[in-house]
């Protein structure tokens, strides 16, 4: 989304003035983000749905990238209670793959 609008902002004539604020967004997205291409995100995202999560879960999971399934509860204690733990590995183990460094 942000590549895109600022790619509109570039297209528009002299006069408008670039937004500084989402440059620095991109920029921030762009160092931090552990998927860097839209189908990863979306394979991601779509994988994470399919089991049943909570929206909640689903974002935490996918920004934190946990490594075990102990560190997930930690972070989302939801998932202690709903999922074993050998099943959140596979889970996570999933997310891990998909992960461009």
Do not use: G, W
């Not at 989304?1 to 989402?22: A, Y």
């Amino acid at each position: 989304l942000l590549k895109h609008r600022k790619s509109q902002t570039e297209t528009l004539d002299d006069f408008q003035v670039p937004n500084e604020v989402i440059d620095k967004t991109l920029a921030y997205t762009e160092r931090f983000s552990k998927f860097k291409k839209h189908e990863t995100i979306s394979a991601v995202r779509s994988h994470l749905m399919s089991k049943k999560l909570h929206k909640f879960e689903v974002a935490a999971l996918a920004k934190m990238c946990p490594e075990t399934a102990e560190e997930a509860c930690a972070l989302v204690p939801s998932l202690e209670t709903r999922f074993e733990d050998q099943e959140l590995e596979e889970i996570l183990t999933h997310i891990q793959s998909l992960i461009t460094y």
